[in-house]
């Protein structure tokens, strides 16, 4: 029997986010990451884009009892795609591994950007870090595009609903990326 697994690339990377078991470093081919901007969404969030130039780190995990309706509500602003070929990983067993993708029909005008909380790529930077090593969050700034949009600086109040408690040397690997791409705050 094949079993559902899904591939994460965002905040799912950080294990502490989720209980989904069975989880491993994966990536997934010929994809790359954006910040995507949606009336469904005060805020911009991650999706994954074909780009036939690109690859993206994630993980895998498997989706307990074959049943998306959990994961499925988390995500609700996406569309749920098999992309088993696409998906290099450690298991040698049979699975069929879905990729979350936002719908192509709710995005905003190009001068429309919605800010992206600094309290979730917090979050999602953790997760590349304690999963791909320091390597791993350079190669996550530089597969992800969109960065074009404002930072809401919401450490302090974190709006972010699965916030975590970042070391100082993690929030400083945060802060020295954004400096790198010449993010702009707001507040």
Aim: charged share 20%.
């Amino acid at each position: 029997m094949t079993a559902s697994f899904f591939f994460g690339y965002g905040s799912l990377v950080n294990h502490s986010t989720h209980s989904y078991e069975n989880a491993h470093p994966a990536r997934l081919n010929g994809w790359r990451r954006q910040w995507c901007h949606t009336d469904l969404r005060p805020i911009a969030f991650l999706t994954a884009v074909p780009d036939d130039s690109c690859a993206i780190d994630g993980i895998i995990a498997h989706v307990p009892g074959d049943d998306w309706e959990a994961l499925d509500a988390r995500e609700f602003a996406y569309t749920r795609m098999l992309s088993t070929p696409n998906v290099t990983h450690p298991i040698t067993d049979p699975i069929e591994i879905a990729v979350y993708t936002a719908r192509h029909d709710i995005g905003l005008p190009a001068d429309m950007r919605h800010p992206i909380l600094l309290s979730y790529l917090d979050v999602v930077v953790q997760g590349y870090l304690h999963e791909f090593g320091e390597q791993g969050v350079a190669d996550f700034f530089a597969t992800t595009t969109g960065w074009d949009a404002p930072i809401l600086h919401d450490r302090t109040d974190p709006q972010y609903p699965r916030h975590r408690v970042l070391t100082k040397d993690e929030t400083a690997l945060v802060d020295h990326h954004l400096a790198a791409l010449d993010a702009k705050y707001t507040s």
